[in-house]
T-cell receptor, first 115, second 112 residues
Framework: DAGVTQSPTHLIKTRGQQVTLRCSPK?????VSWYQQALGQGPQFIFQ???????QRGNFPDRFSGHQFPNYSSELNVNALLLGDSALYLC??????????????FGSGTRLTVV | SQKIEQNSEALNIQEGKTATLTCNYT??????LQWYRQDPGRGPVFLLL?????KEKRKERLKVTFDTTLKQSLFHITASQPADSATYLC???????????FGKGTSLLVTP
């Protein structure tokens, strides 16, 4: 059973560019959350999607946006990239209503470098 | 402001000993607390979840305690092995939200 799949694994972008990261949740999971993890820090919550709607958002600017598709997969878009956006971007999935028992399943992340 | 604090110093212990990691929080009323393991360049892996009305939870060599009065959780790995070397993350969420809020993590190194 495949877990959470993220693509690409690594990405290098230039300041001011836009980037799209992709995530396929674990089979049977219908909520998708995105996190940003800077080096030496814990993951920071960006937002969560359920039923194709953003249902909670963390303290991130509007440059960060997302989408969830009918098959539960999700995209994270970041516009006008800044050097400070360089980080590991993690996708996490869970079955709705059951996350309290099973925790979240994380992907291996996309390492984004902005130069 | 809300804070989650974990041991800032790396923890080095000898194989076979018990590792104890600490997670302290302020200005939270968590419904539950989770512990994750993270290896370099990988995503966190869920280990254990403990609810606010539970004092202790065990899974194989792992034990978690949760003291909502002290606002502290302790994470124990008994009979530690070099393969346990990783960063361990504490995370809290509450009934009012879906976000997981993480500490910075504690790096554990188990030497033979």
């Amino acid at each position: 059973d495949a877990g959470v799949t993220q693509s690409p694994t690594h990405l290098i972008k230039t300041r001011g560019q836009q980037v799209t990261l992709r995530c396929s949740p674990k089979s049977g999971h219908d909520t998708v959350s995105w996190y940003q993890q800077a080096l030496g820090q814990g993951p920071q919550f960006i937002f969560q999607y359920y039923e194709e709607e953003e249902r909670q958002r963390g303290n991130f600017p509007d440059r960060f946006s997302g989408h969830q598709f009918p098959n539960y997969s999700s995209e994270l878009n970041v516009n006008a990239l800044l050097l400070g956006d360089s980080a590991l971007y993690l996708c996490a999935s869970a079955p709705v209503g059951k996350r309290t028992n099973y925790g979240y399943t994380f992907g291996s992340g996309t390492r984004l470098t902005v130069v | 402001s809300q804070k989650i604090e974990q041991n800032s110093e790396a923890l080095n212990i000898q194989e076979g000993k018990t590792a104890t990691l600490t997670c302290n929080y302020t200005n939270y009323s968590p419904a539950y607390l989770q512990w994750y393991r993270q290896d370099p360049g990988r995503g966190p892996v869920f280990l254990l979840l403990i609810r606010e009305n539970e004092k202790e939870k065990r899974k194989e060599r792992l034990k978690v305690t949760f003291d909502t009065t002290l606002k502290q959780s302790l994470f124990h790995i008994t009979a530690s092995q070099p393969a346990d070397s990783a960063t361990y993350l504490c995370a809290l969420n509450s009934n009012s939200g879906y976000a997981l809020n993480f500490g910075k993590g504690t790096s554990l190194l188990v030497t033979p």
